[in-house]
């Protein structure tokens, strides 16, 4: 599977250092859609994965019956599939009457790969939250910015915009400032949805 | 004065787009954020108004003409103005069109500027397929989590685990391989303390699902709660909402819908399907120059999306077609119809061949029977569409005095304590009941399903008397105990999702409706159905069942009233009309219930109307007082322009900016005084002739731009927006011409024009604002926040409700 999957934070953006933010953005998306493309491609039918199933109620004194076989959409019929037939010759179209037969095809391949992507996009995505909650407040110099679960006053508006842009009149040369900069600015944009949202009532209630 | 101030006020605090240029630093990094292509830069047309494309001679001369990057952007929470928006892609057209005789290069640029809308759609198609698939499996999955697990192989639900392993007939859903928990933690799945064990795993699980649900949602993308539909509805009628649309709620909605689904609660995946699919389409939108920079063009990307989100959803490309023109866009050009055809088929043609139920359907409650219905079944048909149109309407009132509450008082503040709550309650009153238990979706399958001889449900539990079966062939017949359970555990269920909804709908995760209301519908289908069915197997002589019901034959499908009830409960809250019809019918596959199908979607159209005018849509937006202009309703008041323009007559006069006479620290004191989006230019104060109108943020950027790259621009510099800069002394400092920034074609009304016109102008040109003159002389201007408020004023409704711009 293509490593581009992982590709889903701004901190990744660290790997394309040489290319400007619009270039980065492209390859990003390019990745993402190519990796989630690959996932049908790479959906091979194996042979467990097909089957035709007959459903045989219960006739006269015999019991209900479901049969299985490996066979091809075309060959899926009662006649097929149901062996050993438990009634004789005579009575086995009365019999195939009745039973009903589906042609099922499935990939084990996709559903593997799907739930694990899922699980592992859940897992980043908490031990980013875990990060931010507790070991970026650490790392970082404390005025700056306070946990994001809680409900946010009016004034941090204030001390964030006053604290933001620090190197204001510098350039963001290096890549890792330009990544802390993309950061700041996720930050400052999920604290104005939280405060919209969640505190000020103002949209989506 | 306080630069740093008045900066602040306007454009800082908003969110920027990540691909909007970020306006502190718009001194230092145009060149770092503004890699377009050369072509765009020369056009001088770029921010002029009037369809003549280049500026007077003295272009030339003033580098002020090249266009600024951030003039022609819109703020967060705005309105855009359509007019600018269409003209400035025909611009864009008419340039690239002219260069294309020039060189074979400009040739194929051309070429591949019209390709790229239908590669958009090509891509928006993949992507929002690819997504659609993920959720399926991914919700497929964990709702049987909540259950138990596969030891075959944790990633298999129930049904695939097992797929492989030999079923006896009488117990076609167990297999060894599929460990309930209470097996897998004390060894046997009977007995009370199984039970118990499975009861409390199950409610454990589902608050797990549901919290993690909830602070993904509050910690990384507050926008990804709720619908998403309200909120699109209002982007594409042009206003801008910044991040509504951004990759982080693409991911956290993807995610965080598969957690709120699995968890059990009453909702659905349909309407986030849709914002999901916008999100898609906004994403690569980034990826093509001609729909980044127009706001226009993007919003009919962003329906062809929305299209192929419902289409996913039900399996239905026409209907989400359908679904897009009706209820989401606003305006929807003929050429967006075709585009959106095709970007709905790819997007179910990439579900399809991810194949996530295993069987090449796309919905799990596709129906394959084909049993006919008489003409009499109608009068039921039409008592299911009064229900479906009565519980719409319940649902509608009783939801949004809720989410009033909600937004009000202190309920809103613990959001997270709310979701817990209230997954606690579905998962404890869910569990014991068993058609609550199973997940919404397989309810409904359950229901659609018409009985055969070798379903072993319990709801098909009737009296079979094999010798009068002919092949598969089923009379009808009585109903067995099974039967009858089943009908009063329906009946619970159907309480409890009635209520349960009403308190799940609008919590901060991401939560759908179409699900719940089809579930409710085809309960109460399937209980009238049943009922129908054994008043015709017992009373065969009575006369409305004697002409065409006689004895042994199967006349009444219960699994069509079902189908029936569900289109009429859909109906009754959405109000969708034609779009309603044409899914149900992509999913039965045939045009024999379309009649049945229609009169109920009508009936309950036409009960829900009669007690209240919106849609669950409309009236969440009017709930929250986004910008929406209604464009299905008609304006019948006899107002006048001059009854809603301000000023009004105590208000102080209109403020204008002089074409020729203000300097920049008069203009950049106006700015700081009032907080209006734009103002009117005229001759001079005391002939208050119109010459165009100017919009506050690019008056902004421009007057911020001058002082700091054009020298000599100091506060008392002299603006200017005529052509030829006007005659003044020659000790006087350098003057600054803001001549294309002005609209010198704003759209104007007289004072006696009747409310009626204007409304109806606002509606079809899209305007965000209109001057109104008397006698040729400016008077006033009404927004398109004064329409909205006058509208509600005379609807007897709260004008102030209208919160944003």
């Known amino acids: 599977l293509s490593p581009g999957c992982e590709f889903l934070f701004p901190q990744a953006l660290m790997m394309s250092a040489q290319c400007t933010w619009r270039c980065a953005n492209s390859l990003l998306l390019v990745a993402l859609l190519c990796c989630i493309l690959l996932l049908p491609a790479q959906a091979s039918k194996s042979s467990e994965d097909i089957r035709c199933k007959c459903i045989c109620p219960p006739y006269r004194n015999i019991s209900g019956h479901i049969y299985n076989k490996n066979v091809s959409q075309k060959d899926c019929n009662c006649l097929h599939v149901v062996e050993p037939m438990p009634v004789p010759g005579n009575d086995v179209e009365a019999y195939c009457l009745l039973c009903e037969c589906k042609y099922e095809e499935r990939s084990t391949t996709t559903i593997k790969v799907i739930i694990i992507i899922y699980l592992s996009v859940v897992g980043a995505l908490l031990l980013y939250m875990a990060f931010l909650v507790l070991v970026d407040p650490l790392i970082r110099k404390p005025d700056a910015y306070t946990q994001p679960l809680h409900n946010e006053e009016e004034n941090e508006d204030a001390r964030s915009l006053a604290t933001v842009p620090t190197p204001s009149g510098a350039r963001a040369n290096t890549v890792l400032e330009r990544v802390e900069g993309a950061q700041q600015r996720w930050k400052r944009q999920v604290q104005e949805q939280r405060k919209t949202v969640f505190d000020r009532h103002k949209m989506l209630s | ?239 801008i909402i910044r991040g509504y649309l951004g990759k982080w709620t693409l991911i956290i909605k993807t995610i965080t819908l598969v957690l709120a689904v699995s968890s059990g609660l009453s909702l659905g995946k349909e309407g986030p399907l849709v914002h999901v699919a916008c999100c898609c389409g906004n994403i690569l939108c980034h990826l093509f120059t001609k729909y980044r920079k127009n706001e226009a063009k993007r919003r009919e990307v962003l329906s062809a999306a929305a299209a192929a989100g419902v289409s996913v959803a039900f399996g239905a490309p026409i209907g989400g077609v359908l679904f897009s023109l009706e209820e989401v866009s606003y305006y929807f050009p003929l050429k967006t119809l075709w585009r959106s055809f095709f970007a709905a088929l790819v997007a179910a043609f990439t579900l399809r061949s991810i194949n996530p139920f295993g069987n090449s359907r796309l919905v799990l409650f596709y129906v394959e029977f084909h049993m006919p219905w008489h003409l009499l079944e109608l009068i039921p048909f039409i008592l299911l569409g009064i229900f479906g149109g009565l519980w719409g309407a319940f649902f509608i009132r009783s939801n949004i005095a809720w989410c009033r509450r909600r937004k009000t008082t202190k309920l809103g503040k613990y959001p997270v304590l709310e979701v817990f709550v209230v997954t606690a309650i579905t998962a404890v009153l869910a569990f014991p009941n068993e058609y609550t238990r199973m997940s919404t979706s397989e309810l409904i399958s359950e229901l659609f399903n018409d009985c055969g001889i070798l379903d072993s449900s319990k709801l098909c539990e009737y009296v079979n008397d094999f010798n009068s079966t002919k092949g598969d062939d089923l009379p009808d017949r009585a109903a067995g105990p099974g039967v009858y359970t089943a009908m009063w555990q329906l009946a619970l269920a159907l309480i409890m999702k009635v209520f349960i909804t009403i308190f799940t709908f609008g919590m901060k995760v991401p939560s759908g409706l179409f699900i719940p209301s089809m579930a409710v519908g085809a309960i109460a289908g399937r209980l009238l159905g049943v009922g129908m069915e054994q008043l015709a197997f017992y009373h065969h002589d009575w006369v409305i069942f004697n002409g065409w019901c ?256």
């Open chain 2, 1 to 239: 004065m306080d630069q740093k101030g008045y900066r602040r006020g306007s454009y800082q605090s908003s969110t920027s787009d990540e691909d909007m240029v970020e306006i502190a630093g718009a001194s230092l990094d145009f060149s770092m954020a503004d890699d377009d292509p050369p072509l765009d830069r020369e056009m001088g047309g770029f921010s002029s108004y009037n369809g003549g494309g280049m500026n007077g001679t003295s272009k030339m001369m003033d580098f002020l003409e090249e266009p600024l990057p951030g003039v022609g952007t819109y703020e967060d929470f705005n309105t855009i103005d359509w007019v600018r928006e269409k003209s400035r892609d025909r611009d864009r057209h008419r340039e690239i069109t002219s260069r294309s005789k020039e060189s074979t290069w400009a040739l194929i640029h051309s070429v591949s500027d019209a390709f790229s809308g239908w590669l958009l759609m090509l891509l928006i198609g993949l992507l929002a397929g690819s997504l659609a698939g993920l959720i399926d499996i991914s919700a497929h999955w964990m709702t049987d989590l909540k259950e138990g697990v596969c030891l075959a192989g944790f990633w298999f639900n129930h049904e695939h685990c097992c797929w492989k392993s030999n079923t006896t007939f009488t117990d076609r859903d167990k297999c060894p391989e599929w460990k309930s928990w209470s097996q897998l933690i004390i060894g046997h799945g009977e007995g009370a303390f199984a039970y118990i064990l499975n009861y409390f795993m199950y409610v454990m699980w589902a608050l797990l699902f549901s919290l993690l649900a909830v602070l993904l949602v509050k910690g990384f993308a507050p926008y990804a709660c709720g619908s998403g539909i309200p909120e699109i509805k209002t982007i594409l009628s042009g206003f």
């Open chain 2, 550 to 805: 006689s004895q042994g034959a199967d006349c009444i499908t219960p699994g069509l009233y079902a189908m029936v009830g569900a289109a009429a409960c859909l109906g009754g809250v959405t109000r969708m009309t034609v779009s309603l019809v044409v899914i149900m019918f992509e999913l039965t596959g045939g045009l024999e219930y379309i009649v049945p199908l229609m009169a109920a979607a009508m009936t309950s159209k036409w009960v829900a109307d009669a007690i209240g005018r919106e849609g669950i849509y409309d009236a969440h937006i009017r709930l929250n007082g986004y910008p929406f202009l209604e464009a299905k309703e008609e304006f019948s008041h006899k107002t006048l322009a001059m009854d809603v323009m301000r000023p009004r007559r105590n208000d102080p006069p209109l403020t204008v900016i002089t074409q020729d006479s203000m300097t920049v620290e008069d203009v950049e004191a106006i700015i700081n005084e009032t907080t209006y989006s734009g103002y009117p230019v005229v001759v001079s104060r005391e002939s208050q002739r119109l010459v165009g109108f100017v919009l506050r943020r690019d008056l902004i950027i421009s007057i911020e731009n001058a002082r700091k790259k054009q020298d000599g621009i100091v506060s008392t510099s002299i603006i200017y927006f005529t052509d030829h800069s006007p005659p003044l002394p020659p000790s006087s400092p350098s003057m600054l011409k803001l001549r294309s920034i002005l609209d010198l074609s704003p759209f104007t009304v007289t004072d006696q024009t009747p409310m009626e016109i204007v409304v109806d102008i606002f509606r079809k040109l899209g305007l965000r604002q209109c001057l109104v003159t008397h006698n040729g002389k400016l008077l006033g201007i009404i927004t398109k926040k004064d329409v909205l408020k006058h509208i509600a004023q005379l609807a007897n409704q709260d004008p102030d409700s209208i919160l944003f711009n």
